[in-house]
């Protein structure tokens, strides 16, 4: 994948190459690709100055980091007990049906990933799907329509890089 080295270096420079901002580096480098690709993995080691299988420790140990592509938006959908027997299965095939993969894929064009979980700890809400960390609770087949095509519309907002204070 071709990353570009100067955006990089700024996500870099803004934490003044400091090792102990390996993290949020790390977030500022998925948030720009919504991933973290091997190439700016390597470009992070070494510009901190951090052994590579240092940086991979910490981008898998993290649950938040994905080092395998993903989409633009972020759709999860609970299969949990709760969600599952107020009918979070239908609502799951409308996705499947709507965006045309199956959980834990990427659509083609990038634009959405879909996710299954098993509870997101607010079961009142059932059954419920997310979308950028956004929670539509009591969610249907009909609004499941809705919501997908708000996102599509939607272009994720990107992190201005800003100078960290000292
Ligand atoms: S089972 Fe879906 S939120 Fe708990």
């Known amino acids: 994948m071709k990353i570009n080295t100067r955006e990089l270096s700024t996500i ?3 934490y003044h190459n400091e090792k102990s901002a390996l993290i949020a580096v790390l977030q500022d ?24 299988i240092d940086v991979y ?12 592509p993903r989409g633009e938006h972020i759709v999860t959908v609970c ?3 709760a969600c599952h027997v ?17 959980p834990g894929c990427t659509t083609s064009d990038g634009k959405f990933t879909l ?13 419920i799907v ?9 969610t249907t087949v009909k609004k499941v329509d809705q919501i997908i095509e708000k996102y ?13 204070k000292k």
């Open 130 to 138: 997310v979308v950028d960390g956004n929670y539509h609770g009591q």
């Open 57 to 68: 420790g910490v981008a898998t140990f993290y649950r938040a980091f994905s080092l395998t």
């Open 115 to 127: 996710e299954s979980v098993n509870c997101l700890g607010a079961c009142a809400l059932a059954p």
């Open 12 to 14: 870099v420079d803004k």
């Open 86 to 102: 107020r009918g979070a299965p239908l609502v799951k095939d409308r996705l499947v049906n709507l965006l045309k993969i199956e």
């Open 29 to 52: 480098v998925q948030e720009e690709y919504h991933w973290l690709p091997p190439e700016a993995i390597q470009f992070v080691s070494d510009k901190l100055n951090i052994p590579l």
């Open 79 to 81: 299969l949990g007990t």
């Open 152 to 164: 599509k519309k939607k272009k994720t907002k990107k992190k201005t890089t800003r100078k960290r």
